[in-house]
């Protein structure tokens, strides 16, 4: 069961993959929109020791990438690949 503090809203993928926010863990989770099993969790920790919090989850129209927005500290769009999740910039 996922017991983290949840503060950003999920959004999915073409491939069925659900990404959830946990602010106050720097952290998000990609789920299995079919059965909410826990793919991978991601930590998004670009000022090391401080809470950077993702609240923004964005999926692009065409499911090939994914957008992330901390609210802390200097206001940060982060865009990965959807295919392995490796952040582009």
């Given amino acids: 069961m996922l017991t983290a503090p ?3 809203c999920g959004t999915g993928d073409q491939a069925g993959r659900v990404y959830l926010g946990s602010g106050m863990t720097d952290r998000v ?3 299995d929109s079919r059965d909410g099993a826990v793919l991978d969790t991601l930590t998004l ?3 090391r020791g401080e809470t950077d ?3 923004g ?3 692009a129209p065409d499911g090939r990438h994914w957008y992330a927005t901390l609210s802390h500290g200097e206001p940060t ?3 990965f690949e959807s295919d392995g999740d ?3 910039g």
Avoid: N, Q, S, T
């Fill in 6 to 8: 949840l503060v950003a």
């Fill in 86 to 88: 490796r952040l582009v």
């Fill in 45 to 47: 920790d670009p000022r």
């Fill in 77 to 79: 769009l982060w865009k």
């Fill in 53 to 55: 919090e993702p609240h």
């Fill in 29 to 31: 989770f990609v789920l």
């Fill in 57 to 59: 989850l964005a999926v």
